[in-house]
């Protein structure tokens, strides 16, 4: 299974824009830009979607440890804070924080706590920047304006 996502950008780094949209159009055409990624501009960033992706899978992953451990719970809410920082000369993800509140009949805290700890580790999304990442890179040649 491959899910896609694309992102167009347009122009240099601080004055461009950009579009992010997803193969099931959900997102489409989502607008980003430098202001909406290092300042609070309007539109999304690429770590905002990270959180997303996070709280989501891990919301997932968490029933189905609860699921295996014969609990069945009514609400899972997880909210995922993805904190990017500079480091030297680049940006990096440094640290994911989940918070994570979970409505559980017959739950205890320990069963909780041991269900939420496999499923951080578990998750797909939580596993992501371990994975071998390829690429293939393709040059569109274009003629010079007023060439």
């Known amino acids: 299974m491959a899910r896609k996502a694309t992102a167009v950008w347009n122009g240099m780094l601080r004055d461009g824009n950009g579009t992010i949209s997803t193969e099931s159009g959900v997102l489409s055409k989502a607008n980003y830009s430098f202001t909406s990624r290092f300042e609070n501009g309007k539109g999304t960033n690429p770590e905002e979607l990270i959180a997303a992706a996070h709280a989501g899978c891990f919301s997932m992953a968490l029933s189905a440890q609860l699921g295996n451990a014969g609990l069945k719970p009514e609400t899972i809410e997880t909210t995922a804070a993805v904190t990017l920082e500079k480091q030297g000369d680049s940006f990096s993800i440094t640290k994911i924080h989940l918070d994570v509140k979970a409505r559980i009949p017959n739950a205890d805290q320990a069963a909780f706590e041991k269900a939420a700890e496999a499923a951080k580790a578990g998750c797909p999304v939580s596993k992501v920047l ?18």
């Open 130 to 147: 371990k994975a071998n990442i390829t690429m293939t890179a393709q040059l569109e040649s274009q003629r010079a304006s007023g060439a």
